[in-house]
């Protein structure tokens, strides 16, 4: 039984995905990396240093890119989230209705942290 099936409790959550902590947990472990990795080597570019920030390039090729694109991501999702408060929030809708939408967000959210990872991978 879960809190979602208790009638008084199930408009105020939701039942979870059971990968997507994982999988959004994964994602973010990654552009973490990701994230440390390119502004280390950027910082070392502007101090000179940039023998050592082209030895981590050559060591991570695609870099910038992934940076890039694991922050679009990153902004993606948060605004998903955003999306999921706001339906959480909305008085209008009905406990189904709201059920419903954050469902499909939360789906969302997971196939852009599965198709993160995926795609970032190397890192």
Not at 25 to 42: R, W
Not at 73 to 95: A, H, P
Request: aromatic letters at 4%; proline letters at 2%; zero cysteines.
């Amino acid at each position: 039984l879960e809190p979602a099936d208790i009638p008084l409790v199930k408009g105020f959550v939701t039942r979870s995905i059971g990968s997507q902590s994982e999988s959004v947990n994964q994602f973010y472990d990654k552009k973490e990396k990701i994230d440390s990795l390119y502004q280390t080597q950027s910082r070392m570019r502007k101090e000179g240093r940039g023998s050592e920030s082209a030895k981590i390039l050559r060591a991570n090729p695609g870099l910038e890119q992934a940076y890039k694109l694991s922050n679009k991501l990153g902004s993606e999702m948060s605004e998903i989230r955003k999306k999921i408060d706001l339906v959480t929030s909305n008085s209008k809708l009905s406990d189904s209705q709201k059920r419903v939408s954050i469902k499909m967000l939360e789906n969302q959210l997971l196939l852009k942290a599965r198709n993160g990872i995926k795609i970032l991978k190397r890192f």
